[in-house]
């Protein structure tokens, strides 16, 4: 239940400051464990939930987009792009995992991901092994120049995420990802 009401607490500053600064009222309530229900009231508006919806959407993309150019930026003098450097990731967090396992925890393309993982091979970050128990399957582990590429992009990373995060308090924090994992389960069971 707490984590519920930080997670309402969060929804309202990410999707309403506006309406606050007009002097809107927002109004929240557990509909159960699983759903929250959010109201903003004001003299002129009343918004709906699907335009709640399609604001948490904007605000989203805007979000990704962001993400995605700052993190190209900060993964270029490594020879890298977001795609490639969160497969490269995922493959040095398991240490050896199979192509298709990484494809499905990514949620990414079959053949997006097969491109990605021939490159990072090609510039000799990870190594692929066929299975013994499966010809048609590949094992993908991170080489030692993987392993220290994968350091140093990280420490760049986290100096960033400091630098943008670092004013938020662990509550903030856990309210951010309690409400991203409520959207995160949301898409992922559709």
Same mark, same amino acid.
């Given at each position: 239940? @707490?984590?519920?009401?930080?997670?309402?607490?969060?929804?309202?500053?990410?999707? #309403?400051?506006?309406?606050?600064?007009? +002097? /809107?009222?927002?109004?929240? #309530?557990?509909?159960?464990?699983?759903? =929250?229900?959010?109201?903003?009231?004001?003299?002129?508006?009343? $918004?709906?939930?699907?335009? @709640?919806?399609?604001? @948490?959407? +904007?605000?989203?993309?805007?979000?990704? +987009?962001? *993400?995605?150019?700052?993190?190209?930026?900060?993964?270029?003098?490594?020879?890298?792009? $977001?795609?490639?450097?969160?497969?490269?990731?995922? =493959?040095?967090?398991?240490?050896?995992?199979?192509?298709?396992?990484?494809?499905?925890?990514?949620?990414?393309?079959?053949?997006?991901?097969?491109?990605?993982?021939?490159? *990072?091979?090609?510039?000799?970050? @990870?190594?692929?092994?066929?299975?013994?128990?499966?010809?048609?399957?590949? #094992?993908?582990?991170?080489?030692?120049? /993987?392993?220290?590429?994968?350091?140093?992009?990280?420490?760049? =990373?986290?100096?960033?995420?400091?630098?943008?995060?670092?004013?938020?308090?662990?509550?903030?924090?856990?309210?951010?990802?309690?409400?991203?994992?409520? *959207?995160?389960?949301?898409? *992922?069971?559709?």
């Amino acid at each position: 239940m @707490i984590k519920a009401e930080k997670a309402i607490i969060f929804l309202k500053a990410l999707i #309403y400051p506006s309406q606050i600064e007009k +002097g /809107g009222e927002i109004s929240a #309530y557990l509909v159960d464990t699983e759903t =929250i229900s959010l109201h903003i009231v004001s003299m002129e508006t009343t $918004h709906k939930n699907s335009d @709640i919806a399609s604001v @948490i959407i +904007g605000k989203l993309m805007s979000i990704s +987009g962001i *993400l995605k150019r700052e993190s190209n930026r900060l993964l270029e003098p490594f020879g890298l792009n $977001h795609q490639q450097f969160s497969i490269l990731f995922e =493959i040095a967090k398991a240490g050896r995992i199979r192509q298709k396992d990484t494809t499905n925890r990514l949620s990414l393309e079959k053949a997006h991901v097969s491109k990605v993982v021939s490159k *990072l091979n090609s510039m000799g970050l @990870i190594s692929i092994n066929s299975s013994e128990e499966d010809k048609r399957s590949a #094992y993908l582990s991170v080489t030692e120049k /993987g392993e220290q590429t994968v350091k140093r992009c990280r420490k760049v =990373i986290n100096s960033w995420k400091t630098n943008k995060l670092g004013h938020l308090n662990e509550a903030d924090l856990s309210a951010v990802l309690d409400s991203i994992s409520l *959207l995160q389960n949301a898409f *992922l069971n559709q």
